[in-house]
């Protein structure tokens, strides 16, 4: 099993950038595709960029394509969400993923998720 454990949400401007970080522990994170998801409050849980085991293959939402990069380092343990150009559709619970298949969006196709950090933009 993984643990997973996000950090680096906050309150910025429109137009601002911010960086999600995600700790991992437990089992060797190279066995596990990762993912952000984010939600907000009365809506399904969305999917936003995802990242395979080791060979750097990214997948992206349309709604953030272009303004948001996923990154990981197995040996640190930590996966990232760069997030420029923010606006206010941004704003969210952000989730970090472990363990779906590469190519996979929906929630239930993973296994072991964080607590979530708020990312609040406003404009």
């Known amino acids: 099993q993984v643990q997973l454990s996000e950090s680096g949400g906050g309150l910025v401007q429109t137009g601002d950038s911010l960086r999600l970080s995600c700790a991992a522990s437990?089992?060797?994170?190279?066995?596990?595709?990762v993912a952000w998801f984010r939600q907000v409050p009365g809506k399904e849980r969305e999917f936003v960029a995802g990242?395979?085991?080791?060979?750097?293959?990214?997948d992206y939402s349309d709604s953030v394509k272009g303004r948001f990069t996923i990154a990981r380092d197995n040996a640190k343990r930590t996966l990232w969400l760069q997030m420029n150009s923010l606006n206010a559709e941004d704003t969210a619970k952000y989730f970090c993923?472990?363990?779906?298949?590469?190519?996979?969006?929906?929630?239930?196709?993973?296994?072991?998720w964080g607590q979530g950090t708020q990312v609040t933009v406003s404009s």
């Open positions: 993923a472990a363990g779906g298949r590469h190519g996979s969006r929906l929630p239930n196709e993973y296994d072991y």
């Open positions: 437990g089992a060797p994170f190279n066995w596990y595709v």
């Open positions: 990242m395979s085991r080791t060979d750097g293959d990214t």
